[in-house]
């Protein structure tokens, strides 16, 4: 069964540099959530999408922006990165239930 | 509001012992749905299991159990006969069926370590 496809797998980038984080759903999936877990933390919500629509939003910076796509695919923008953003970043796509993709782990420098 | 805890941290047991990860979670909604996800070293999160508040019948998977009572708002997850495959962080988490919103909130994870 297809499962939810995040690119890249691993990023690395400067201080201060821009980054584009993808998330493709599952088919048929209408809710995409984006997820920021840093070391040794647990993934803590950043924003989730329906129909295209901003649905939710939890602790997501100003420098970070996200939307949904008319294909349902997601992308998470960040700019101006910092040390801190170093992180592991989750998309799951849900219909009653979330699946997670397999993460992009971002490295700032 | 909703929120989860994990009191244990870090778990450490030989190998073929059972060990029981505890989750505790806080609700005002009715409708809600509990997860368990492992987390091994390579960092993905699999998914474990799914259950919503209407069935609190246990489950069992293999070497793997699940005790869910309303009650005690507890949804405990037991390894059986543990293995080294099964070290890893293990995340208690809880959505709320409110509207569109149920996105997933974790608990802080317990790092179990099973050793040879």
């Known amino acids: 069964a297809a499962g939810v496809i995040q690119s890249p797998r691993h990023l690395i980038k400067e201080k201060r540099e821009t980054a584009t984080l993808k998330c493709y759903p599952i088919?048929?999936?209408?809710?995409v959530y984006w997820y920021q877990q840093g070391p040794g933390q647990d993934p803590q919500f950043l924003i989730s999408?329906?129909?295209?629509?901003?649905?939710d939003k939890g602790s997501i910076p100003d420098r970070f922006s996200a939307q949904q796509f008319s294909d349902y695919h997601s992308e998470l923008n960040m700019s101006s990165l910092e040390l801190g953003d170093s992180a592991l970043y989750f998309c799951?796509?849900?219909?009653?239930?979330?699946?997670f993709g397999s993460g992009t782990r971002l490295t700032v420098v | 509001a909703q929120k989860v805890t994990q009191a244990q941290t870090e778990i450490s047991v030989v190998e073929k012992e059972d060990v029981t990860l505890d989750c505790v979670y806080e609700?005002?909604?009715?409708?809600?749905?509990l997860f368990w996800y492992k987390q091994p070293p390579s960092g993905e999160l699999v998914f474990l299991i799914r259950?919503?508040?209407?069935?609190?019948q246990n489950e069992i998977s293999g070497r793997y159990s699940w005790n869910f009572q309303k009650s005690t708002s507890s949804f405990n997850f037991t390894i059986t006969a543990s293995q080294v495959v099964d070290s890893a962080v293990y995340f208690c988490?809880?959505?709320?069926?409110?509207?569109?919103?149920?996105?997933?909130?974790f608990g802080k994870g317990t790092r179990l370590h099973i050793l040879p």
């Open positions: 799951a796509s849900s219909v009653g239930g979330a699946t």
């Open positions: 609700t005002r909604d009715t409708t809600y749905y």
């Open positions: 999408f329906y129909e295209k629509m901003q649905s």
């Open positions: 088919p048929r999936h209408d809710t």
């Open positions: 988490a809880l959505s709320e069926e409110r509207n569109r919103d149920d996105k997933i909130i």
């Open positions: 259950r919503n508040s209407f069935d609190e």
